[in-house]
């Protein structure tokens, strides 16, 4: 697969948005699930910031992806959720992320969840409020690296049981899952329906 990829600009309200009407897919996921790393390691270059501290991302990012020759679309990295100010807090997304789901240019989420810890209120009330807009989504389990196999097994059930939509387990470390991933946002972008398997 040949990807190229730029970083096109961090948002900071709904007027700095691409106004360019390409298909987008959102990294939703709480603070330091990975969502920075995913998009580093889809792209398969550092174009987005890391950090072991939560809270990097602040910004709405956007980062223009082509693959073989397709039409462009952005991947976006949204603030992580469950803190705020460098603080632990149970609020919600805050208006900049609001403004911006509702976009029409919207056509997925991806919703990242550690895979070492599938059931946190945290994650669960982040699907509860994807569920209220009419989007596809999909649960990106991370870290699978981190699982044994019998973690892997259990944590497995318990996201399909709670969340009962499709899910990959990925490993940035590994490389794992990552490929299947690609083929997911791909059908979500161009508006193909995805099914459990």
């Given at each position: ?71 462009a ?51 669960q ?30 944590h ?42």
């Amino acid at each position: 697969m040949n990807v190229s990829a730029e970083f096109v600009t961090s948002a900071t309200g709904p007027g700095d948005f691409p106004k360019d009407r390409l298909p987008e897919i959102a990294l939703v996921g709480r603070s330091n699930v990975g969502k920075s790393s995913l998009v580093n390691a889809l792209l398969r270059r550092s174009v987005a910031r890391t950090s072991a501290a939560p809270g990097k991302t602040r910004l709405v990012n956007f980062y223009r992806v082509q693959l073989n020759r397709q039409k462009a679309f952005y991947l976006v990295d949204l603030p992580g959720y469950g803190y705020a100010r460098g603080k632990k807090t149970a609020e919600g997304f805050g208006d900049l992320v609001e403004s911006y789901i509702t976009r029409t240019t919207v056509k997925g989420v991806l919703l990242l969840i550690d895979a070492r810890h599938p059931g946190l209120e945290a994650d669960q009330v982040a699907w509860n409020w994807i569920n209220e807009k009419t989007i596809q989504k999909i649960i990106i389990a991370t870290k699978a690296d981190k699982l044994t196999r019998a973690m892997r097994v259990r944590h497995t059930k318990e996201l399909e049981s709670l969340y009962k939509c499709p899910l990959r387990l990925v490993s940035i470390q590994s490389g794992e899952g990552l490929e299947g991933l690609w083929k997911l946002i791909v059908k979500l972008k161009n508006l193909k329906e995805i099914k459990a398997q």
